[in-house]
């Protein structure tokens, strides 16, 4: 053990004189006995020390096994005295032996005590790192690393345990382990939500630690659950109502919306759905009249999640009746039968196969029903007893093979005023400019054959001038007036008429072209005065030939009066003119010939000439060099101008007719009349 001597001797020289001084000792520290610790403690040892009449009195202490003592920490018991503690830090987890040291040191000297210090080796438990508090989501379960650490034994042979606070959120925890601890797997209870304490726990088999954490789950919409739906079979028309076993966790049943689909829109028209919020039923709409296979799909959705299932649809066939369809009331006069138009159908049976039957309450006014089918169209007609009026229901029936279909409706026949019924009136023929008489077979049941009307009109009034009827109340008669000379085909029309009603018949009458004969118009007896010839213009017409083409000759019964007839013909009309005998009154007969190609005509008119003769005054004018010969007398008398230069030799040098106011004028060629004698002769 280390020491130093409290005192000594030693000599000082003094004066050249030698002198033995005895010097003082340092501090002495008590003898420390070994010592003994467990692991990861820590060692207090006290001692105490003699000092010395030294303030200076300083303490320190040191280990050899700096591995095992991680530093000494002196301390005084008290404020005062000999006895202090050495408190001994322990390195973690470290065990063995070490030698501490104490050294007390003052002004005279130091003083050292060592002893033995055991540290004691202990089982350390194992050590679990912090664990973040963890969250999941609804029936989501969470893996948790969980790092773990045990200075004494590797961590495979460390065994794990856990445990909840809330095992109505947590289902079990699941550790499984790996080279740095382990992994906890923390099953969570299906649709629960909330928050837990979560503890691992782990031990070496005697010593043990534990974490704790908290485990948050949040809650999550849950799809609603709906049971499987068993194929169904159905007959054709008849739905199915189907009853769906549906929950949801979350949502209550009356919030749920359902729908569904099909594969075939041509048998399931569509789905509805009936909730009262605690039972739902599908009721299954199918096409009318309509069978076969189809998936339908029902679908459950709450506001996040949905859920469908799948089932098949059979519709088996059936027999269906026709589908006759209402028939409206109908109003018909007296005498005129009834055509109702049916609406009927049968998705079995063709229309045409059908069978249709009618029937009347009161047989008095319908006689019988009779129909019309053309394998789409079906009409049914009534038939009305002959001026019958009142009321009847009638009932339409239709059948196939199996059923029966039938409807009725009211049928009112209104009395009337009955038409005039006029016979038919066959076609006609006649000729040309002769007229047509028919005996017309007509009655009527509610007015006398005297109080009829009638009349008649054509297509072609070119042809037909009119129609005239004779009435004596026992026989009518028509007379078709034709237009003169008119040939061709028209339509005739002859109405028969009461107070109410009208009836017609119409007739073709054709008109057979004949010839005709050229006609002479009526002609007044003429008159003229002496020496003046009568011109008149013939009125003479010819249907078939023209004016040009006509051959017209004349004579007079009185040659001693007319000296002669002359004709003109320009195509457009025909003109005689008479010349009459000069100087001669009195009458005759002038009697005229009309040729064309087939007939000849004859007319005549009497002339008549008066008026006493009048003998002719010439009379001569020069005005400006020019000649004017002059002469009055009786109308229409003629005379020759003639010239000469010698009186031997005349030359006619014009005409003169005395005009209707006695007088007549002649004027010679200027230049011409120079050295000429002038005179009038008589023709």
Same mark, same amino acid.
């Not at 928050?195 to 948050?216: E, N, Q």
């Not at 096409?287 to 859920?307: H, M, P, R």
């Not at 079995?348 to 009618?358: H, R, S």
């Not at 009161?362 to 029903?369: K, R």
């Given at each position: 053990?280390?020491?130093?001597?409290?005192?000594?001797?030693?000599?000082?020289?003094?004066?050249?004189?030698?002198?033995?001084?005895?010097?003082?000792?340092?501090?002495?520290?008590?003898?420390?006995?070994?010592?003994?610790?467990?692991?990861?403690?820590?060692?207090?040892?006290?001692?105490?020390?003699?000092?010395?009449?030294?303030?200076?009195?300083?303490?320190?202490?040191?280990?050899?096994?700096?591995?095992?003592?991680?530093?000494?920490?002196?301390?005084?018991?008290?404020?005062?005295?000999?006895?202090?503690?050495? &408190?001994?830090?322990?390195?973690?987890?470290?065990?063995?032996?070490?030698?501490?040291?104490?050294?007390?040191?003052?002004?005279?000297?130091?003083?050292?005590?060592?002893?033995?210090?055991?540290?004691?080796?202990?089982?350390?438990?194992?050590?679990?790192?912090?664990?973040?508090?963890?969250?999941?989501?609804?029936?989501?379960?969470?893996?948790?690393?969980?790092?773990?650490?045990?200075?004494?034994?590797?961590?495979?042979?460390?065994?794990?345990?856990?445990?909840?606070?809330?095992?109505?959120?947590?289902?079990?925890?699941?550790?499984?382990?790996?080279?740095?601890?382990?992994?906890?797997?923390?099953?969570?209870?299906?649709?629960?939500?909330?928050?837990?304490?979560?503890?691992?726990?782990?031990?070496?088999?005697?010593?043990?630690?534990?974490?704790?954490?908290?485990?948050?789950?949040?809650?999550?919409?849950?799809?609603?659950?709906?049971?499987?739906?068993?194929?169904?079979?159905?007959?054709?028309?008849?739905?199915?109502?189907?009853?769906?076993?549906?929950?949801?966790?979350?949502?209550?049943?009356?919030?749920?919306?359902?729908?569904?689909?099909?594969?075939?829109?041509?048998?399931?028209?569509?789905?509805?759905?009936?909730?009262?919020?605690?039972?739902?039923?599908?009721?299954?709409?199918?096409?009318?009249?309509?069978?076969?296979?189809?998936?339908?799909?029902?679908?459950?959705?709450?506001?996040?999640?949905?859920?469908?299932?799948?089932?098949?649809?059979?519709?088996?066939?059936?027999?269906?009746?026709?589908?006759?369809?209402?028939?409206?009331?109908?109003?018909?006069?007296?005498?005129?039968?009834?055509?109702?138009?049916?609406?009927?159908?049968?998705?079995?049976?063709?229309?045409?196969?059908?069978?249709?039957?009618?029937?009347?309450?009161?047989?008095?006014?319908?006689?019988?029903?009779?129909?019309?089918?053309?394998?789409?169209?079906?009409?049914?007609?009534?038939?009305?007893?002959?001026?019958?009026?009142?009321?009847?229901?009638?009932?339409?029936?239709?059948?196939?093979?199996?059923?029966?279909?039938?409807?009725?409706?009211?049928?009112?026949?209104?009395?009337?005023? &009955?038409?005039?019924?006029?016979?038919?009136?066959?076609?006609?023929?006649?000729?040309?400019?002769?007229?047509?008489?028919?005996?017309?077979?007509?009655?009527?049941?509610?007015?006398?054959?005297?109080?009829?009307?009638?009349?008649?009109?054509?297509?072609?009034?070119?042809?037909?001038?009119?129609?005239?009827?004779?009435?004596?109340?026992?026989?009518?008669?028509?007379?078709?007036?034709?237009?003169?000379?008119?040939?061709?085909?028209?339509?005739?029309?002859?109405?028969?008429?009461?107070?109410?009603?009208?009836?017609?018949?119409?007739?073709?009458?054709?008109?057979?072209?004949?010839?005709?004969?050229?006609?002479?118009?009526?002609?007044?007896?003429?008159?003229?005065?002496?020496?003046?010839?009568?011109?008149?213009?013939?009125?003479?017409?010819?249907?078939?030939?023209?004016?040009?083409?006509?051959?017209?000759?004349?004579?007079?019964?009185?040659?001693?009066?007319?000296?002669?007839?002359?004709?003109?013909?320009?195509?457009?009309?025909?003109?005689?003119?008479?010349?009459?005998?000069?100087?001669?009154?009195?009458?005759?007969?002038?009697?005229?010939?009309?040729?064309?190609?087939?007939?000849?005509?004859?007319?005549?008119?009497?002339?008549?000439?008066?008026?006493?003769?009048?003998?002719?005054?010439?009379?001569?004018?020069?005005?400006?060099?020019?000649?004017?010969?002059?002469?009055?007398?009786?109308?229409?008398?003629?005379?020759?101008?003639?010239?000469?230069?010698?009186?031997?030799?005349?030359?006619?040098?014009?005409?003169?007719?005395?005009?209707?106011?006695?007088?007549?004028?002649?004027?010679?060629?200027?230049?011409?009349?120079?050295?000429?004698?002038?005179?009038?002769?008589?023709?």
């Amino acid at each position: 053990m280390p020491f130093s001597l409290a005192w000594c001797l030693f000599t000082i020289p003094c004066n050249n004189i030698l002198a033995t001084v005895v010097a003082p000792i340092g501090p002495k520290v008590n003898v420390i006995a070994a010592q003994s610790a467990d692991e990861d403690t820590s060692a207090t040892v006290a001692f105490s020390v003699v000092p010395t009449e030294s303030t200076n009195l300083k303490l320190t202490a040191t280990a050899a096994n700096p591995s095992l003592v991680s530093g000494v920490v002196i301390t005084r018991k008290g404020s005062s005295g000999t006895e202090y503690f050495a &408190n001994i830090a322990l390195v973690p987890n470290a065990f063995g032996t070490s030698a501490v040291t104490i050294t007390a040191t003052d002004d005279f000297g130091f003083e050292s005590q060592s002893f033995n210090l055991t540290v004691r080796n202990v089982n350390d438990a194992p050590v679990i790192d912090l664990i973040v508090d963890q969250t999941t989501a609804e029936d989501t379960s969470r893996d948790v690393v969980v790092t773990v650490t045990d200075i004494d034994s590797p961590t495979s042979a460390l065994s794990y345990s856990s445990s909840s606070s809330n095992p109505a959120l947590v289902a079990g925890v699941t550790l499984t382990k790996t080279d740095t601890g382990a992994v906890a797997r923390i099953a969570v209870v299906p649709n629960a939500s909330g928050t837990s304490s979560v503890t691992i726990s782990v031990t070496d088999g005697t010593a043990s630690t534990s974490r704790t954490f908290a485990l948050t789950v949040s809650s999550d919409d849950d799809a609603p659950v709906l049971g499987a739906i068993v194929d169904q079979v159905t007959s054709e028309d008849a739905g199915v109502a189907i009853p769906l076993v549906v929950s949801d966790l979350d949502t209550a049943i009356k919030d749920l919306t359902f729908s569904a689909t099909s594969t075939d829109a041509k048998l399931v028209s569509g789905v509805t759905f009936a909730n009262d919020g605690t039972k739902v039923v599908a009721i299954v709409r199918l096409v009318a009249d309509a069978n076969g296979l189809a998936d339908v799909t029902i679908t459950a959705k709450d506001s996040l999640n949905s859920v469908s299932r799948t089932f098949s649809l059979t519709v088996n066939p059936v027999e269906d009746e026709p589908v006759l369809s209402a028939i409206a009331d109908e109003v018909a006069d007296e005498d005129q039968d009834v055509t109702v138009v049916l609406d009927v159908s049968d998705i079995d049976t063709a229309i045409k196969n059908l069978t249709f039957v009618g029937t009347s309450s009161n047989p008095a006014l319908v006689s019988g029903v009779s129909f019309t089918n053309d394998g789409t169209n079906v009409a049914a007609i009534v038939k009305l007893v002959s001026g019958a009026n009142g009321v009847a229901t009638v009932t339409i029936t239709s059948s196939d093979d199996t059923f029966d279909s039938e409807q009725t409706f009211t049928l009112t026949v209104n009395t009337v005023d &009955n038409a005039p019924v006029l016979a038919v009136i066959a076609n006609q023929t006649t000729r040309e400019d002769t007229g047509l008489t028919l005996i017309l077979d007509v009655k009527d049941s509610d007015t006398l054959l005297k109080d009829l009307k009638f009349s008649g009109s054509s297509t072609d009034t070119s042809v037909v001038a009119g129609v005239d009827f004779i009435n004596d109340g026992k026989l009518v008669i028509a007379r078709v007036r034709l237009v003169k000379n008119a040939f061709g085909r028209a339509a005739v029309t002859i109405s028969a008429s009461d107070t109410a009603s009208t009836v017609a018949r119409t007739f073709v009458l054709d008109v057979i072209a004949v010839p005709d004969a050229p006609e002479i118009g009526g002609i007044a007896a003429q008159s003229t005065t002496v020496g003046k010839a009568l011109v008149i213009k013939l009125p003479i017409t010819d249907f078939d030939t023209a004016i040009k083409d006509l051959v017209v000759t004349a004579s007079s019964s009185n040659p001693g009066l007319v000296s002669g007839i002359t004709i003109a013909n320009d195509g457009v009309s025909i003109t005689a003119t008479v010349n009459l005998v000069a100087s001669k009154t009195g009458s005759s007969e002038i009697a005229f010939t009309v040729e064309d190609d087939v007939f000849t005509v004859d007319g005549s008119f009497t002339l008549d000439v008066s008026g006493a003769v009048t003998t002719p005054v010439v009379k001569s004018t020069i005005s400006g060099g020019k000649l004017t010969l002059g002469v009055t007398g009786t109308p229409g008398n003629k005379f020759l101008v003639e010239s000469t230069s010698d009186f031997v030799t005349w030359t006619v040098a014009g005409t003169l007719t005395v005009g209707a106011d006695g007088t007549a004028e002649f004027v010679p060629v200027t230049g011409a009349s120079s050295g000429l004698y002038f005179r009038l002769r008589s023709e």
